[in-house]
C-alpha cells in the first residue's frame, strides 16, 4: 500500500490552502483557534463563501452541486481548513440528510431541497434520539399516523443540536408497531416552523445551549416528505448514522488541537517552568500523538475504500471509538498543561470577550468549557459502548 500522496494530490492542497488563506476571514479564524463561542452567523458566513466558491458539499455528486472530488481530496480539504481555523461546516444537512435525500428522495425533494441545502437557506438539525430511546434508536417512540394527505406527529426527541437555529429537521418515528421494531420505522422531513413543535433548551455541563428538546404535538407533515418507503427509515438511518461516525473522527481538528497543546505546554508558569520539560507529561502528548497518526492512516484506507465504491462497515466504528477518545484526551492534557489556570471555569469565556475576573493567560480560559463539552464526544453518533458491540458482531462473529 501507496501512503503518499500523488503529485495531483499534493497540487489540490496547495489549491486547498491558498484559497483559505485568501479567502477564511481572520476573525472567524481567530474564533475557531482560541476557542470562542460561534453562532449561526459565523457558520454560515463561511458556508456561503465556499458556496460561492463551488466547494460546499464535497461528497455529493457533481449533478446535485458537489465537488467531483475524490475521497482523498474531501479528506485534504477537511485537513487543511482545520489546521486554518475555519468553523466546522454543519454537517446535519450537508453530510447527513443531504446524501439520505440523494440516495432516497424523489425527485421533488432533490430538486426543492438541495438547492436550499447548498446555499444555507435551510438550516437542519437531528430528530433521533429520545428519553429512554438512545443507543437503542429501534426503540424510538415517537409516531406519525397518516391522516389524508398529512401525517401527524406526536412525541417528544431529545438532545437535539441546534435545534433552535433550525429551519427543518430530519426526523425518525414510528408509523407500525408490527414485526420487528426497526421494521416500523419511517423517514420524515419536519418543518420546523409547523405548528404544535415547541423547542425547549438543554443547557450542557459547560454552561452552553448547545442541544435541546424538541416537542411534537399534532404536527402536520405532508405525506411528499416521506423519504423512501414508509416503515423503511431504517435503511434511511443505517446509511446516514455510517458517515455520520466517519465525519466523528475528526483527524483534521485533532492535529490542530495538538499542535496548540504543545504550544501552551510551551509557555512558562507563574513559579515554575513549562509542563514540556516534564518527561511523563511528554510521554503522554507522544502517545496521543501516535494514535493520531494511526487514526489518520486509517482515516485514508476508508477514504481509499469509498474511492472504490465500497460503503463504510465496521471501520466506520472504529474511526468513531478512536477518534473521540483522542479529543478528549487532547482536552485534558490541555487542562494539565495550564494547571491551576484551567480551575476556574468561566461559561461566559467561550464568548467573543473574556467577561470578569480570571487568573492566568487568556488561552487558558475555556479550556475548562471545553473539557466539559467534550465529554459527549463518545456518547453522540452511538455509544462507543455500541460501537465496540457493532466491531464484536460485523468483525469477530460475535
Request: include cysteine.
Given at each position: 500500500m501507496d501512503l503518499n500522496y500523488t503529485k495531483e494530490e499534493t497540487a489540490f492542497r496547495g489549491e486547498v490552502r491558498e484559497f483559505i488563506r485568501s479567502h477564511l476571514?481572520?476573525?472567524?479564524?481567530?474564533?475557531?483557534?482560541?476557542?470562542?463561542?460561534?453562532?449561526?452567523?459565523?457558520?454560515?458566513?463561511?458556508?456561503?463563501?465556499?458556496?460561492?466558491?463551488?466547494?460546499i458539499a464535497a461528497g455529493w455528486p457533481v449533478e446535485h452541486g458537489g465537488t467531483g472530488w475524490s475521497s482523498i481530496q474531501r479528506f485534504i480539504f477537511e485537513d487543511e481548513s482545520a489546521a486554518a481555523g475555519a468553523p466546522r461546516l454543519s454537517p446535519f444537512g450537508l453530510q447527513m440528510v443531504g446524501p439520505v435525500i440523494i440516495a432516497f428522495g424523489t425527485e421533488q425533494q432533490k430538486t426543492h431541497y438541495l438547492p436550499r441545502i447548498l446555499s444555507s437557506e435551510d438550516w437542519w438539525c437531528q430528530g433521533y434520539s429520545e428519553p429512554g430511546s438512545g443507543s437503542d434508536l429501534a426503540s424510538l417512540k415517537t409516531r406519525a399516523e397518516r391522516k389524508g394527505d398529512n401525517y401527524v406527529v406526536n412525541g417528544q426527541k431529545t438532545w437535539n443540536t441546534h435545534g433552535q437555529w433550525a429551519d427543518m429537521c430530519f426526523c425518525l418515528v414510528r408509523t407500525s408497531s408490527e414485526g420487528k421494531k426497526q421494521d416500523g420505522i419511517s423517514f420524515l422531513l419536519i418543518d420546523m416552523h409547523s405548528p404544535g413543535i415547541t423547542v425547549r433548551p438543554i443547557i450542557t455541563l459547560e454552561g452552553e445551549h448547545e442541544v435541546n428538546e424538541i416537542w411534537f404535538e399534532n404536527v402536520e407533515v405532508p405525506v411528499q416528505n416521506l423519504v423512501g418507503d414508509e416503515n423503511r427509515g431504517w435503511t434511511c438511518a443505517k446509511f446516514l448514522l455510517s458517515h455520520e461516525r466517519t465525519g466523528i473522527a475528526g483527524v483534521g481538528a485533532s492535529k490542530r488541537e495538538l499542535q496548540y497543546l504543545k504550544h501552551i505546554a510551551t509557555q512558562e508558569q507563574e513559579g515554575g517552568r513549562p509542563l514540556m520539560e516534564d518527561p511523563l507529561f511528554r510521554d503522554r502528548i507522544a502517545r496521543v500523538e501516535i494514535d493520531l497518526m494511526a487514526l489518520e492512516i486509517t482515516c485514508l484506507r476508508v477514504a481509499s475504500a469509498d474511492r472504490d465504491g465500497k460503503a463504510p462497515g465496521p471501520e466506520a466504528s472504529i474511526l468513531k471509538i478512536k477518534g473521540t477518545e483522542i479529543q478528549q484526551e487532547l482536552t485534558e492534557l490541555m487542562m494539565d498543561a495550564v494547571g491551576p489556570y484551567?480551575?476556574?471555569?468561566?461559561?461566559?469565556?467561550?464568548?467573543?470577550?473574556?467577561?470578569?475576573?480570571?487568573?492566568?493567560?487568556?488561552?487558558?480560559?475555556?479550556?475548562?468549557?471545553?473539557?466539559?463539552?467534550?465529554?459527549?464526544?463518545?456518547?453522540?453518533?452511538?455509544?462507543?459502548?455500541?460501537?465496540?458491540?457493532?466491531?464484536?458482531?460485523?468483525?469477530l462473529g460475535l
Amino acid at each position: 500500500m501507496d501512503l503518499n500522496y500523488t503529485k495531483e494530490e499534493t497540487a489540490f492542497r496547495g489549491e486547498v490552502r491558498e484559497f483559505i488563506r485568501s479567502h477564511l476571514p481572520g476573525d472567524l479564524s481567530r474564533k475557531v483557534l482560541e476557542h470562542k463561542r460561534l453562532g449561526k452567523e459565523d457558520y454560515v458566513r463561511w458556508q456561503k463563501i465556499l458556496f460561492e466558491k463551488g466547494w460546499i458539499a464535497a461528497g455529493w455528486p457533481v449533478e446535485h452541486g458537489g465537488t467531483g472530488w475524490s475521497s482523498i481530496q474531501r479528506f485534504i480539504f477537511e485537513d487543511e481548513s482545520a489546521a486554518a481555523g475555519a468553523p466546522r461546516l454543519s454537517p446535519f444537512g450537508l453530510q447527513m440528510v443531504g446524501p439520505v435525500i440523494i440516495a432516497f428522495g424523489t425527485e421533488q425533494q432533490k430538486t426543492h431541497y438541495l438547492p436550499r441545502i447548498l446555499s444555507s437557506e435551510d438550516w437542519w438539525c437531528q430528530g433521533y434520539s429520545e428519553p429512554g430511546s438512545g443507543s437503542d434508536l429501534a426503540s424510538l417512540k415517537t409516531r406519525a399516523e397518516r391522516k389524508g394527505d398529512n401525517y401527524v406527529v406526536n412525541g417528544q426527541k431529545t438532545w437535539n443540536t441546534h435545534g433552535q437555529w433550525a429551519d427543518m429537521c430530519f426526523c425518525l418515528v414510528r408509523t407500525s408497531s408490527e414485526g420487528k421494531k426497526q421494521d416500523g420505522i419511517s423517514f420524515l422531513l419536519i418543518d420546523m416552523h409547523s405548528p404544535g413543535i415547541t423547542v425547549r433548551p438543554i443547557i450542557t455541563l459547560e454552561g452552553e445551549h448547545e442541544v435541546n428538546e424538541i416537542w411534537f404535538e399534532n404536527v402536520e407533515v405532508p405525506v411528499q416528505n416521506l423519504v423512501g418507503d414508509e416503515n423503511r427509515g431504517w435503511t434511511c438511518a443505517k446509511f446516514l448514522l455510517s458517515h455520520e461516525r466517519t465525519g466523528i473522527a475528526g483527524v483534521g481538528a485533532s492535529k490542530r488541537e495538538l499542535q496548540y497543546l504543545k504550544h501552551i505546554a510551551t509557555q512558562e508558569q507563574e513559579g515554575g517552568r513549562p509542563l514540556m520539560e516534564d518527561p511523563l507529561f511528554r510521554d503522554r502528548i507522544a502517545r496521543v500523538e501516535i494514535d493520531l497518526m494511526a487514526l489518520e492512516i486509517t482515516c485514508l484506507r476508508v477514504a481509499s475504500a469509498d474511492r472504490d465504491g465500497k460503503a463504510p462497515g465496521p471501520e466506520a466504528s472504529i474511526l468513531k471509538i478512536k477518534g473521540t477518545e483522542i479529543q478528549q484526551e487532547l482536552t485534558e492534557l490541555m487542562m494539565d498543561a495550564v494547571g491551576p489556570y484551567a480551575l476556574p471555569h468561566l461559561p461566559m469565556a467561550w464568548g467573543d470577550h473574556w467577561i470578569g475576573a480570571h487568573v492566568g493567560p487568556d488561552y487558558a480560559a475555556p479550556l475548562a468549557a471545553r473539557y466539559f463539552n467534550y465529554r459527549k464526544t463518545t456518547i453522540y453518533g452511538g455509544s462507543n459502548e455500541i460501537q465496540r458491540n457493532i466491531i464484536a458482531q460485523m468483525v469477530l462473529g460475535l
